[in-house]
């Protein structure tokens, strides 16, 4: 499960929070355990799958946090699958919108699955982090840049991976 903020620019002033699980029991467990929350309007839960996001329109969601999935998968040796993420991730959010994860993974590991090299150049060997001279994978047409900005941050006991979306133009 995860979490996004519905509406775009005109629900900034009034946020839902959209539960996300493949799982129609998690869904039904959690709808039950937040029911306060789902009657004030204020949360929302659906069933679906990360890699499609098919309960969502192209661009209609300020952001995206993901808390365990994105790691299970770089784990589970799934390249692909994680790209499907990113990529489904991406086109619903809005445009300068923000896709979070939280991960174990250390980022010249996962990064290296994530992004490519900038004018197809190898690694920097003095590049101790692997990915400054990296940028986002380019979208199924392979004509533009997914993501603008992508930071990885340490926390306390785990990392937080930020991505932007680019603007579409």
């Known amino acids: 499960g995860g979490w996004s903020s519905g509406g775009g620019e005109s629900s900034r002033q009034h946020t839902t929070i959209i539960q996300a ?8 467990t959690m709808s039950h355990r937040c029911a306060k929350f789902l009657g004030e309007g204020s949360m929302e839960f659906v069933q679906d799958d990360a890699t499609s996001l098919t309960a969502f329109e192209d661009g209609t969601i300020d952001a995206v946090v993901d808390k365990g999935m994105m790691d299970a ?3 589970a040796s799934r ?36 992004l490519e090299p900038i004018d197809g150049e190898d690694d920097d060997p003095h590049d101790v982090l692997g990915f400054k001279r990296r940028r986002s994978r380019k979208d199924l047409n392979g004509n533009k840049t997914m993501w603008t900005d992508v ?15 680019a603007d579409g133009e």
């Open 73 to 75: 998968l770089f784990c």
């Open 151 to 165: 930071q990885v941050r340490a926390l306390e006991n785990i990392l937080f991976y930020r991505f932007q979306k």
């Open 79 to 114: 390249p692909d699958i994680l790209m499907q993420v990113m990529k489904s991730v991406n086109r619903a959010l809005l445009p300068g919108g923000i896709y979070g994860f939280f991960s174990f993974s250390r980022p010249e590991f996962l990064l290296k699955q994530l």
């Open 21 to 28: 699980d493949v799982s129609q029991r998690v869904v039904s």
